[in-house]
């Protein structure tokens, strides 16, 4: 079994910048992508930003030039570094990876979430 544990959220003020991490752990061949998705209370959840296994990010527009995606293939962790942030940007912030149990088919996993709330 593979478990994602999320870690890093809180209450920050407008501007304010938060650290998410993410670590995977269990019975793992490899984890391919990995990446940050988030959900606001009444609306869908959202991607926010994704990293391949070779290190390639990729965001969504709203965050693009705040947010850095970052992970540790060795430690198998993904980390998202949230600087100047925004009221919009609350929400719970879910953690995801693509999981190689066996090569070479993978499933993808979820943490429990993590509440970030950004508010004066």
């Known amino acids: 079994q593979v478990q994602l544990v999320e870690s890093g959220g809180g209450l920050v003020q407008p501007g304010g910048s938060l650290r998410l991490s993410c670590a995977a752990s269990?019975?793992?061949?490899?984890?391919?992508?990995m990446g940050w998705y988030r959900q606001a209370p009444g609306k869908q959840r959202e991607a926010v930003a994704a990293i391949t296994r070779g290190g390639s990010a990729n965001y969504i527009d709203s965050v693009k030039g705040r947010f850095t995606i970052s992970r540790d293939n060795a430690k198998n962790t993904v980390t998202l570094q949230m600087n100047s942030l925004k009221p919009e940007d609350t929400a719970v912030y879910y953690c995801?990876?693509?999981?190689?149990?066996?090569?070479?088919?993978?499933?993808?996993?979820w943490g429990q979430g993590t509440q970030v709330t950004v508010s004066s």
């Open positions: 269990g019975n793992i061949f490899r984890i391919n992508a």
């Open positions: 995801n990876a693509d999981v190689m149990i066996t090569w070479p088919r993978s499933s993808a996993y």
